[in-house]
């Protein structure tokens, strides 16, 4: 469902009275309720930097002589796992990270010569550095989540799979039903929400067992960085 779809199925739903044709210049009712909608579908998204749903993959060709590799605008977090040159030919190379105050204590000063990069560093704004600069032109691929991007336009469509987006308009039910002081609406939506949560997870998560905002991945050492 797109974000005015989402909105009109709320309205239904609720068995109010108004209808909403639009999600701008909205006020009253409708401004809260595509305020609800965008603000669910905004808390869910955040939930988890590791969804499968907001998984992407940057590629480029390095610059002999250039360490530089810019992060994608839509970045959230680089898999630190995942950096490789060539990774589509025989003589591969996965590149290991560098904690950044040891690479800016150790080798970013001075001259150094250009070789095949072997490690990397990420950088405070999200850039990365490749280690030695390379030689010559290069595949770099690395894997990376997205950021969320909030809803705002009627025909805007939510990252969440759309056979999810009904824990959209729960999640929406539960502000308006803690708005309105409806204990019915949100002991209902709180069950279906809880419910909803559950399954997406199970579908869209490498796995369930770790805190808020951390990879979801049981048992491994944490491989994202963090906003």
Same mark, same amino acid.
């Given at each position: ?16 009275? !108004?209808?909403?044709?639009? $999600? ?5 009712? #409708? ?11 905004? %808390? ?7 969804? !499968? ?5 940057? =590629? ?15 970045? =959230?977090?680089?898999?630190? !796992?995942?950096? @490789? *040159?060539? %990774? ?11 904690? %950044? ?21 990420? +950088?405070? #704004?999200?850039?990365?550095? *490749? ?16 950021? $969320?991007?909030?809803?705002?336009? !009627?025909?805007? /469509? ?16 539960? %502000? @308006? ?7 019915? /609406? ?9 419910? +909803? ?19 979801? =991945? ?5 491989? /994202? $960085? /963090?906003?």
């Amino acid at each position: 469902m797109t974000y005015l779809e989402l909105c009109q199925k709320m309205i239904r739903d609720l068995g109010l009275q !108004n209808t909403i044709s639009s $999600v701008s210049a909205q006020t009253g009712m #409708n401004k809260k309720v595509a305020d609800w909608v965008a603000d669910a579908d905004e %808390y869910i998204q955040s939930l988890w930097i590791d969804w !499968n749903f907001l998984w992407a993959q940057h =590629s480029e060709n390095t610059i002999a002589g250039t360490r530089l590799i810019t992060a994608p605008s839509d970045l =959230s977090a680089w898999d630190n !796992n995942s950096i @490789y *040159l060539d %990774y589509t030919s025989d003589d591969w190379q996965q590149l290991h990270k560098l904690d %950044y105050l040891e690479w800016r204590s150790a080798y970013r000063q001075g001259t150094q010569t250009n070789d095949t990069p072997d490690r990397f560093v990420q +950088l405070p #704004n999200k850039n990365i550095n *490749l280690e030695p600069a390379p030689d010559k032109v290069y595949s770099f691929t690395g894997d990376y989540w997205k950021a $969320v991007t909030r809803m705002s336009a !009627n025909a805007t /469509v939510s990252a969440i799979p759309a056979r999810f987006h009904r824990i959209i308009l729960a999640r929406a039910k539960i %502000y @308006y039903a803690e708005h309105d002081e409806f204990p019915t /609406v949100f002991e209902l939506a709180s069950k279906e929400y809880k419910e +909803l949560l559950n399954d997406l997870e199970a579908a869209e998560l490498p796995g369930k067992s770790i805190n808020l905002r951390k990879s979801s =991945s049981p048992g491994e050492e944490l491989q /994202v $960085v /963090v906003e």
